[in-house]
């Protein structure tokens, strides 16, 4: 694989309570111009599903309907672009993923956003383009958020939000 | 023996019917997102096509995969709920064979390729014709292109929806001109046809018990490695 090929970006941002981490994740809905993977990972209860909540408002979903889908798997909205907001809390390993048919999904990159809780349960999966949350818990309060822009679309998102 | 015979495993529903080496009937509906809506009456009118109705059918044939996840279930549903309603029997067949017996009149190693879905990677087997029969001559690969150019060591002809994309990424990488491309799609009346032949020697699946060609843990695998790939590889 060619280095260029992995472009990364990275960005780290504070978070002093859940409606700051809900605002910065609607930023990023509003950004976000084409389809393609964002991969949350933290523990529960460090904000991913709020993160996706304002993600999805910022596309022009109503925010009572984002839930998390942790029974579902996955609930799709349809916003400026189609989302899919998938929970993997309960799966096991890869192959459990395939069970549910990541790759279906994951295939629809290109013109949907593919919104994965619990990614890190399916990384070998992911395209080589998708943009990584990675949430840690610094009190009860305040979260660190730290984005990760894999391959040239996603950094490129990444840089748009900086700016 | 008149069989329908029924595939979704790519992006289409595709439906044929078939009387022992007849064609009756061969539709493909690009279908996309409405693969499940849709599938009935498509049926209906494939049949319509053939003035046929569902109680002449005597058996039935479903492309087992692999490819699509969602796709391949809803062909093998619908098939099994055909043939567990009507009470006529059922026989699944590979995609990939249904794919290689496109190319039975290749004298050459036969090699059908399936997307799996995401990031470059393949389905895929290999098979030989002869004797009006196909014969599948390897286990089922998961992998990339790559991977697949190592496993080629004679004159072949991949067949699949591509075919010439497949093509000129092996021969560069495998720098020789004995690989052919024959761009193809599963078709309804192959499976047809190739369960109908099964079906007539007695040959049939438990109607209930009949699942999609999943190769889950290869799979599984083949993203693994693919990943390991790619983590070394990065700066």
């Known amino acids: 694989m060619a280095a260029s090929k992995t472009a990364k970006k990275t960005h780290v941002f504070l978070s002093n309570g859940p409606a700051a981490t809900l605002r910065f994740g609607k930023r990023l809905g509003e950004k976000i111009a ?18 996706t909540r304002g993600f999805c ?39 459990v993923g395939f069970e549910i048919g990541m790759l279906d999904y994951l295939a629809q990159a290109e013109t949907s956003v593919i919104v994965l809780e619990w990614a890190e349960k399916v990384l070998p999966l992911l395209p080589e383009d998708y943009l990584q949350v990675q949430f840690e818990v610094l009190s009860p309060q305040r979260r660190r958020l730290e984005f990760t822009g894999f391959g040239e679309r996603s950094s490129a998102l990444l840089r748009e939000l900086e700016g | 023996m008149l069989v329908l015979g029924l595939d979704t495993s790519g992006y289409a529903n595709a439906i044929g019917v078939a009387e022992g080496e007849r064609v009756l009937a061969d539709s493909v509906f690009e279908t996309r997102k409405a693969s499940l809506s849709q599938i009935m009456l498509n ?64 004298r050459t190693l036969i090699c059908p390729i399936v997307d799996a879905g995401a990031g470059g990677a393949i389905y895929a087997a290999f098979y030989r014709s002869g004797n009006n029969e196909i014969n599948q001559v390897s286990e089922y690969y998961v992998g990339d292109i790559p991977g697949l150019a190592e496993l080629i060591r004679e004159p072949t002809v991949l067949v699949a929806t591509g075919a010439q994309k497949y093509r000129s990424a092996l021969s560069q990488l495998m720098k020789s001109n004995a690989i052919e491309a024959l761009e193809s799609v599963p078709s309804g009346v192959s499976v047809a046809l190739l369960a109908a032949a099964r079906l007539e020697s007695g040959e049939h699946d438990d109607t209930l018990a009949l699942a999609p060609l999943y190769l889950k843990e290869s799979t599984a695998r083949a993203f693994v490695n693919k990943y390991r790939r790619r983590v070394q590889a990065a700066p």
């Open chain 2, 43 to 106: 049926v209906d009118s494939v049949l319509r096509e053939a003035k046929l109705s569902l109680e002449d059918i005597e058996g039935f044939g479903v492309g087992l995969g692999p490819g699509s996840w969602t796709g391949i279930r809803i062909g093998v549903t619908v098939g099994k709920m055909l043939a567990y309603c009507t009470g006529k029997s059922i026989k699944g067949i590979s995609t990939l064979e249904v794919l290689a017996y496109h190319a039975r009149d290749s």
């Open chain 1, 57 to 95: 408002t910022g596309l022009g979903v109503s925010e009572k309907e984002v839930t998390s889908p942790t029974f579902a798997f996955v609930n799709e909205y349809r916003g400026r672009l189609h989302v899919y907001h998938v929970d993997l809390y309960r799966i096991d390993n890869i192959e």
């Open chain 1, 34 to 51: 084409t389809g393609g993977v964002i991969a949350l990972i933290g523990e529960l209860g460090c904000g991913k599903t709020l993160f």
